[in-house]
């Protein structure tokens, strides 16, 4: 499991709250309260931050077993998480739920964008996410 940067302890969380990473997406990444977010949408911020922290670990652990990839890569050298903006949350029933964002990202001088709906459902008190759906950017 990649260990969270110091200096992301202290400063706003990755996610884009004004809460430090300790107090927002850290508790749910390690701890007392490991992988027990409160809702969707919490658990897909704390997913963004895992993804710019490289915490591959708690990837898979908040992949639903249905359709989670047995491993995942790294970030390739050089990437940059440039933000999240979460658009909706919409919780369908009391175990399932849909979240709409927007993560930018740069690499390699390139900027991209990945627009997604994605699709949750919550097992045993916990949520995890399923899949989802890629919005293309209309030209």
Request: glycine share 8%; charged share 25%; aromatic share 10%.
């Amino acid at each position: 499991m990649a260990k969270a940067n110091s200096s992301l302890i202290q400063s706003g969380c990755p996610c884009g709250s004004a809460a430090s990473y300790a107090d927002c997406c850290g508790r749910w990444h390690r701890g007392p309260l490991r992988l027990m977010a409160p809702d969707a949408a919490t658990l897909m911020r704390s997913r963004y931050t895992a993804f710019v922290l490289d915490e591959l670990d708690y990837l898979l652990d908040t992949w639903h077993h249905s359709t989670r990839p047995v491993t995942l890569e790294p970030n390739p050298a050089g990437m940059k998480w440039l933000g999240l903006e979460v658009r909706s949350h919409n919780q369908d029933d009391g175990d399932h739920a849909t979240v709409e964002f927007v993560a930018r990202s740069r690499h390699s001088g390139r900027a991209d964008r990945l627009h997604e709906i994605s699709r949750f459902l919550r097992e045993e008190g916990c949520w995890f996410y399923v899949d989802g759906d890629f919005i293309k950017k209309e030209k």
